[in-house]
């Protein structure tokens, strides 16, 4: 069984951790860097990404967790996707680098900046789950405006990237944790059991 933390400085962590309580994984939440140490992967939820970025700089977690990803995977929502992105803009800001991505925060503009909506799924994950379309929750949602050569779509709204993975990192704009659906944390589980073996 994987030992999977939850980054819990801010945002929406709890609802992972219930998600991924359902597959059978009880996530611990993360603090500190030595609290990394033990885990074999990690997932940055959604929250603010300024807030989250500020904690991590006080809290000296920062390169504690750039270091994490380059050996272990993260999977990252909404503002952890934000995180996690080589480039970040409106407004820029600094970020782990882990993905080669780059984001425009809240670019879904302040009128219709939360919704449900139908995404499509793509490439691996449509050909696994045998399935075209699942509900996503997109609140506050970054665009993800380029993706380097090593990223792979894994599902699309509006002709946009939303669920993309990059070797073993996974990241989405919306909030699978807030649906029902466990689809998207059994894939980031089953990455993680191919990172071990
Ligand atoms: N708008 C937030 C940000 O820029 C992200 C929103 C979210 O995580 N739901 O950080």
Do not use: W
Not at 146 to 158: M, P
Not at 165 to 171: A, C, M, N, S
Request: hydrophobic fraction near 40%.
């Amino acid at each position: 069984m994987s030992r999977v933390g939850v980054l819990a400085l801010q945002g929406d962590f709890e609802a992972h951790q219930r998600a991924l309580a359902d597959l059978g994984v009880e996530a611990v939440q993360v603090r500190t860097a030595r609290e990394l140490d033990s885990l074999d992967a990690l997932v940055i939820p959604g929250g603010e990404s300024t807030t989250m970025l500020k904690l991590l700089e006080s809290e000296n977690l920062l390169e504690p967790l750039r270091s994490f990803g380059l050996e272990r995977p993260i999977f990252g929502t909404c503002a952890g996707a934000i995180l996690l992105a080589r480039q970040v803009e409106n407004p820029a800001q600094p970020s782990l680098g882990l993905i080669d991505i780059s984001v425009v925060r809240n670019a879904y503009g302040r009128q219709v900046d939360s919704r449900v909506a139908r995404i499509r799924l793509e490439g691996e994950l449509a050909r696994r789950s045998g399935r075209q379309e699942i509900e996503a929750v997109f609140i506050r949602a970054p665009i993800i405006r380029r993706t380097g050569d090593g990223v792979r779509v894994l599902a699309s709204y509006q002709g946009d990237p939303v669920l993309i993975e990059q070797g073993r990192h996974l990241v989405a704009t919306f909030h699978p944790e807030l649906s029902p659906d466990r689809l998207i944390h059994r894939y980031f589980l089953e990455k993680v059991e191919a990172c071990e073996s």
